[in-house]
């Protein structure tokens, strides 16, 4: 019942910057942490931020500095602002969201992915 939609992909040129956003539609008792990750060719896919219902974020060295990432709760929705864009940070990137059901159970739910391509 659950969906993430990621949206803000796109081509830009290196050094450049993008917002991405998720919305999260469905019924969810709870959100718990929510997150970002990307998977670039021949690469594993990787977390690049995470953030708690708390506000406690944290990020991969890779992108640290440059990436930041935020919440509206009572919206449901997490964002993810990048500057200084570099060729490396093409991929896919997915929104995630921890959360806990009506019954109490811990679920994890992903998006489909929107494509970021950095252009040397």
């Known amino acids: 019942q659950v969906q993430l939609v990621e949206s803000g992909g796109g081509l830009v040129q290196a050094g450049g910057s993008l917002r991405l956003s998720c919305i999260i539609s469905?019924?969810?008792?709870?959100?718990?942490?929510m997150a970002w990750y990307r998977q670039a060719p021949g690469k594993q896919r990787e977390s690049v931020a995470t953030i708690t219902d708390g506000g406690i974020t944290n990020y991969a060295d890779s992108v640290k500095g440059r990436f930041t990432i935020s919440r509206e709760t009572i919206k449901k929705m997490t964002y993810l602002q990048m500057s200084s864009l570099k060729p490396e940070d093409t991929a896919v990137y997915y929104c995630?969201?921890?959360?806990?059901?009506?019954?109490?159970?811990?679920?994890?739910?992903w998006g489909q992915g929107t494509q970021v391509t950095v252009s040397s």
């Open positions: 995630n969201v921890d959360g806990r059901n009506w019954d109490g159970r811990l679920l994890r739910y």
């Open positions: 469905g019924s969810i008792f709870n959100i718990i942490t």
